[in-house]
């Protein structure tokens, strides 16, 4: 079965302080993985997107990295801002789909406190 | 500025009644999506259309209907609303990387 599961589920810190967020899929065959950000009460938006030859992929303060051999991948936000409290989604699609079929995980709501 | 589109933001009703999420792309995709997001969980998938009279049901069983008359616009109707219904509702479109879509602002709804 097609899972993502992503830990922790919920997490608190303090601005400035770096984080860094777990998702675990058993998708397969994998097609690729993207971390996104949803903010209160708006659509997810893409933060990065990692194929199966790539380990590691920056977007400004957001790194993500990628295991294929594993299957799982992290997301490390560095120097946290108050703007970066939102849910934190890892979102998995599969190769064999011709739709777009997306595996998403349940999110970590992140918090952070100044 | 291209952009995906949900009205209205946040609905509350009545039971029974008839209501139309709207939502409405200008990126000229041809696949549309319909989610559907409860609090602290996973998007499912609903209703999804390849183009222009084409409309799937999704993975999750949903008793809403949807349309794909014009390309841009891809509404969901719930008949007779129940409170059952009551969640959140995503808009997503999708170009030739199907695998990447863009998401809407959502429709929060209450039925009570």
């Known amino acids: 079965k097609n899972q993502v599961e992503q830990s922790p589920q919920s997490l608190i810190i303090l601005e400035g302080k770096n984080c860094t967020l777990q998702?675990?899929?058993?998708?397969?065959?994998?097609?690729?993985l993207r971390w996104y950000k949803q903010d209160t009460g708006r659509g997810p938006v893409s933060l990065t997107i990692m194929t199966f030859s790539e380990n590691t992929k920056s977007n400004g303060r957001y790194t993500a990295t990628l295991d294929a051999d594993t299957k799982q991948s992290s997301l490390h936000i560095t120097a946290s801002q108050l703007s970066d409290s939102a849910s934190y989604i890892c979102?998995?699609?599969?190769?064999?789909?011709?739709?777009?079929?997306?595996?998403f995980g349940r999110g970590t709501q992140l918090t952070v406190w100044p | 500025e291209a952009d995906i589109y949900q009205t209205p933001r946040y609905l509350v009703i009545g039971t029974g009644k008839k209501i139309t999420l709207e939502c409405s792309q200008t990126m000229g995709h041809d696949k549309m999506y319909w989610y559907q997001q409860d609090p602290g969980m996973e998007l499912h998938l609903i209703h999804y259309s390849y183009g222009v009279n084409s409309t799937e049901k999704g993975d999750l069983s949903s008793e809403s209907t949807v349309s794909r008359i014009r390309t841009e616009h891809f509404p969901l109707t719930l008949e007779s609303a129940r409170p059952s219904h009551t969640s959140q509702y995503l808009c997503?479109?999708?170009?030739?990387?199907?695998?990447?879509?863009?998401f809407g602002p959502g429709t929060r709804l209450t039925v009570l």
């Open positions: 998702c675990n899929y058993t998708v397969s065959p994998f097609s690729n």
């Open positions: 997503a479109s999708s170009g030739t990387d199907f695998n990447e879509q863009f």
């Open positions: 979102v998995v699609s599969d190769r064999g789909s011709t739709l777009g079929r997306l595996y």
